[in-house]
């Protein structure tokens, strides 16, 4: 995936600002596929007799596999020109995620810290994971690296944007 005008820059943001992602219905075909990938084979995800004898009488989704689906669904909301997840600051696991739940991302701009010359910064996000029925299933902190406006960089957009057209037309 490459950044378009779509995506937002570390400058374009200001602390308190949030966003509301989309919906997501978790399938028991992400829950195998996690497992797969993971080598997570806890019964309690993966086999419905057992989980039948469990508090939750249902298998219930991998709590990192629900942090993964958070991750995507965040990616567009807000679009940012993110470089790289830098940490997970503090995360908890508050309620289980079943198949058939629809979750959403709320993300909220705590801080923000000028990195790299002025060339990308640090933005220290809250990010809760919200079920159907308006419950916090996770949430916490987390810090990624964005691209920020560089005085090189809006020259060159500017100046792609005032360039005279090329279509051989007078």
Same mark, same amino acid.
């Given at each position: 995936? +490459?950044?378009?005008?779509f995506?937002?820059?570390?400058? %374009?943001? *200001?602390?308190?600002?949030?966003?509301? +992602?989309?919906?997501?219905?978790?399938t028991?075909? %992400?829950?195998?596929?996690? !497992?797969?990938?993971?080598? %997570?084979?806890?019964?309690?995800?993966?086999?419905?007799?057992?989980?039948?004898?469990?508090?939750?009488?249902?298998?219930?989704a991998?709590?990192? !596999?629900?942090?993964?689906?958070?991750?995507g669904?965040?990616?567009?909301?807000?679009?940012?020109?993110?470089?790289?997840?830098?940490?997970?600051v %503090?995360?908890?696991? +508050?309620?289980?995620?079943?198949?058939?739940?629809?979750?959403?991302?709320?993300?909220?701009?705590? *801080?923000?810290?000028?990195?790299?010359?002025?060339?990308?910064? *640090?933005?220290?996000?809250?990010? !809760?994971?919200?079920?159907?029925d308006?419950?916090?299933v996770? *949430?916490?902190?987390?810090?990624?690296?964005v691209e920020?406006?560089t005085?090189?960089?809006?020259? !060159?957009?500017?100046?792609?944007?005032?360039?005279?057209?090329? +279509?051989?037309?007078?």
């Amino acid at each position: 995936m +490459s950044f378009s005008a779509f995506h937002l820059y570390f400058d %374009d943001l *200001e602390v308190g600002q949030e966003w509301t +992602s989309g919906g997501r219905t978790v399938t028991e075909g %992400d829950i195998v596929n996690f !497992a797969g990938f993971s080598g %997570d084979f806890n019964p309690i995800h993966i086999d419905h007799e057992f989980a039948k004898g469990t508090p939750f009488r249902r298998p219930i989704a991998h709590g990192f !596999a629900v942090f993964c689906i958070a991750s995507g669904l965040s990616l567009i909301a807000p679009p940012m020109r993110t470089i790289a997840l830098l940490k997970v600051v %503090d995360w908890k696991f +508050s309620q289980p995620v079943f198949i058939g739940d629809t979750v959403h991302t709320l993300s909220r701009v705590k *801080e923000k810290i000028l990195r790299g010359r002025g060339r990308r910064g *640090e933005i220290l996000w809250y990010r !809760a994971i919200v079920n159907q029925d308006g419950k916090t299933v996770q *949430e916490g902190e987390v810090s990624t690296l964005v691209e920020c406006r560089t005085p090189a960089r809006e020259a !060159a957009d500017r100046d792609a944007r005032t360039a005279p057209s090329s +279509s051989g037309t007078v």
